[in-house]
């Protein structure tokens, strides 16, 4: 395995992140670390440090990580990117794969995995976790429906706006922390609510947690 001079480990759960950074410590193929837990973060160290790797949480506020390895593939298809997920589900793989990712780890198996994935991922294979049937997958992606599919419909941008929306941002928030006006995000706002055929903010709150933006904390 090659040497990773740099290494991004993004996850919101402070627990979670120090346990997968201890086990990544003790990787001797392994440089320096950077964490955050925010997806726009996550894309500005991308930016600056352009690390071998990035580990990468799904359930990221902000930006999900889905969208996070996407742009940072589109910015340096080089960097290696390792998904972490709660979600074993087809469509979530399905999308990963879609947005570039190199590898898919559950959560739960990650500490167990977590090597062997990344040796994998860093030998330029596409590394599946053991939780995930790799047949099923494949036959999800080939009739290519389910969650990916309803958001395809919105821009990115629209979709990182129904985000911090469902996060509970008020539109001023959601202008500044996208250097935009307010105007701007009034306008995706009523693009995406038709878009989608949801005019009211709890039903886009409910649309976001039913297709993985955003974990339903209830």
């Not at 930016?47 to 996070?68: A, K, M, Y």
């Not at 969650?147 to 996060?167: G, K, V």
């Not at 941002?169 to 038709?194: C, G, P, W, Y």
């Amino acid at each position: 395995m090659k040497h990773i001079h740099k290494l991004i480990l993004a996850d919101d759960h402070t627990l979670v992140r120090e346990g997968i950074k201890t086990l990544i410590k003790a990787m001797p193929e392994v440089g320096e670390i950077f964490e955050t837990g925010d997806g726009l973060d996550a894309v500005n160290l991308a930016r600056q440090e352009s690390p071998t790797l990035v580990v990468l949480d799904i359930t990221l506020p902000g930006l999900n990580g889905l969208e996070v390895a996407q742009r940072i593939k589109q910015q340096n298809s080089a960097i290696k990117v390792l998904m972490l997920s709660m979600h074993a589900g087809p469509e979530y793989v399905a999308r990963a794969w879609k947005a570039g990712a190199d590898g898919y780890l559950i959560k739960d198996s990650a500490f167990a995995e977590l090597a062997t994935a990344i040796k994998a991922v860093m030998n330029g294979e596409q590394y599946l976790s053991q939780d995930v049937d790799a047949e099923v997958v494949k036959r999800f992606t080939k009739e290519k429906r389910g969650m990916h599919q309803e958001l395809d419909i919105l821009t990115p941008r629209q979709r990182q706006i129904l985000q911090l929306i469902a996060e509970g941002n008020a539109t001023r928030d959601i202008a500044d922390k996208l250097f935009v006006s307010v105007k701007t995000v009034e306008s995706h706002r009523a693009q995406l609510m038709d878009r989608l055929g949801i005019h009211d903010v709890p039903g886009l709150v409910r649309f976001a947690i039913r297709i993985g933006l955003i974990e339903n904390e209830s």
